[in-house]
């Protein structure tokens, strides 16, 4: 475990997105050369966005298990090169389409022909290796007997299985007849450990700490609530009888409908809160630091009827706020955790944040649209995180050319950029570098910048689109694009900003 310095800076960068000829990126070389890039540039850390299974949208906020690893990130090569794949299976794997977007169809079916190939010729040489790991990590056992009844049952939710699977102890009873099937899945888990633990230790070796990401909800159909349905605000059928969703905001008019069940709270406390506590050991064992996704959800949460069709009309109800965190802070302590703090603010999250002593996030994209907001850099404290932007925003560059000119003006004016025609040739990197410049130089602990800023790309290279369920999660960068980067730019002003 490596210790974020109290003054650095990040590059936040999701593992898929990273070069592969394999159409996601995943913890190949291509994962140890970009540590190799980030310390050239003068950075301390890698923010990454959750290495959970994504959803049927292909985001990592919504998975099957708080607690399993990303299959789609094992990587091919290695696998051959540990005599698990021959060639021509490896062959397979590789993707001739476009090196600048995810292509999940062809991924999914690719890398699961590659692990079924894999446990095939080799999980007999690693069985007693696989049996240590699943025993001494509980939960891979539940994931892989979720899996192997999900898979019996084509893939329906569990709430559609016969009674015997969709209870969790008489399912258990049916392990012996799922052998075969749940041997896979913990083989799946074992090798996702196995090769994110080389490419962790190479980065904590060159002083790389890596920043995580845990999304405050799980889905429906996951492992998580066909074991605990207890722990969650289910109807007699075990559907949610309210979901999770945040009100109307800049992102979008209609709120934002996530439809996660949301906790019984009072069930957690009785439980002293374990199954959080666990969640949070299993994160941290991941990363050196982690992100908590939507924190605002501890202090209180909106909630939307499980039937309607937007956000517009929800509830905010209260959440545990410090009877979790005492748990918390009581176990982890609170340097190695960030607060997702943004959205819908109110006196309950800064109080639970002060309570905490947790640090908070401030993005710039949103200083300039709420007089003297706290998001504006002259207002940054030591205890936060600045960004140029999330996953969620625009990118720098697309975000600049989107404001009307006169809010332009603004945000140019008050980052000291000294163009006086922003629409002409290199004044959108220079333009780009004023407000990158801005932030480095606040008072905030860490900084953090999307890769695509390091690029000065346009809309077309965002992440994620918050409320537009298709095409999101997509973006991919290439090994010339990564060397393109004005390397030197980046050290100098890391250097000049002693961070």
């Known amino acids: 475990m490596l210790k974020l310095k109290k003054r650095c800076s990040a590059v936040l960068m999701s593992v898929s997105s990273l070069p592969s000829p394999y159409g996601i990126g995943g913890f190949g070389d291509e994962f140890e050369k970009f540590i190799d890039f980030l310390i050239s540039c003068g950075f301390s850390a890698m923010q990454v966005l959750p ?21 789609l990130y094992i990587d091919p090569q290695k696998l051959k090169n540990d005599g698990f794949l021959t060639e021509k299976e490896l062959e397979r794997c590789v993707y001739n389409g476009s090196p600048y977007t995810v292509d999940y169809d062809f991924v999914y079916k690719a890398k699961r022909n590659m692990l079924n190939s894999a446990f095939k010729n080799g999980f007999e040489k690693v069985k007693a290796e696989v049996e240590a790991f699943s025993k001494s990590n509980p939960w891979v056992l539940d994931y892989a007997l979720y899996m192997a009844i999900k898979e019996k049952h084509n893939g329906a939710s569990w709430q559609e299985w016969e009674l015997e699977f969709k209870n969790y102890k008489t399912a258990r009873l ?26 962790k230790k ?3 070796d060159n002083g790389v700490s890596i920043i995580g990401d845990i999304p405050i909800y799980v889905a429906v159909d996951s492992v998580d609530v066909w074991k605990n349905p207890e722990l969650f605000c289910l109807d007699d059928d075990y559907l ?3 979901v999770a969703g945040v009100p109307p905001d800049a992102f979008s008019s209609e709120g934002q409908l996530w439809g996660n069940p949301v906790y019984d709270w009072e069930q957690h406390e009785k439980g002293k809160f374990s199954w959080w506590i666990s969640r949070l050991e299993r994160t941290l064992e991941l990363y050196d630091t982690v992100r908590i996704d939507h924190f605002r959800g501890f202090a209180s949460y909106y909630t ?3 039937n ?16 979790l965190f005492s748990e918390v802070l009581k176990r982890f302590g609170n340097e190695r955790i960030i607060a997702e703090d943004l959205g819908t603010y109110s006196e309950d999250v800064a109080e639970l944040l002060q309570n905490t002593g947790i640090k908070g996030m401030r993005v710039i994209q949103f200083g300039f649209s709420d007089g003297d ?5 002259h207002n940054y404290s030591k205890n936060c995180l600045a960004y140029i932007g999330t996953h969620d925003n625009n990118t720098l560059l697309g975000w600049l050319w989107d404001l009307d000119e006169n809010q332009r003006s603004t945000v140019l004016n008050y980052c000291g950029f000294k163009g006086d025609d922003w629409g002409k040739g290199g004044f959108y990197s220079t333009s780009c570098r004023s407000v990158i410049e801005t932030v480095w130089k606040t008072s905030a602990a860490i900084t953090v910048i999307p890769f695509q800023d390091l690029c000065g790309f346009g809309s077309d290279a965002r ?3 918050p409320g537009v369920p298709k095409d999101n999660w997509r973006f991919r960068t290439t090994a010339e694009t990564i060397k393109s980067v004005d390397e030197a730019y980046f050290r100098k002003i890391n250097r000049l900003f002693f961070r």
């Open 463 to 465: 992440m994620n689109i």
């Open 240 to 242: 949610p009888k309210v």
């Open 51 to 71: 290495f959970n299974l994504p959803d049927f949208g292909n985001s990592p906020y919504g998975s099957c298990s708080a607690f399993a690893g990303n299959y």
């Open 373 to 377: 907001s706290t998001h504006l850099p």
């Open 202 to 204: 190479y980065a904590e």
């Open 308 to 323: 309607a069709k937007d956000a517009k009309n929800g509830e905010w109800k209260k959440g545990p706020r410090m009877k």
């Open 174 to 199: 049916k392990a012996d007849s799922l052998k075969d099937e749940i041997n896979f899945y913990c083989f799946e888990q074992y090798l996702f450990s196995k090769q994110y633990s080389e490419v």
């Open 304 to 306: 939307v009827d499980a």
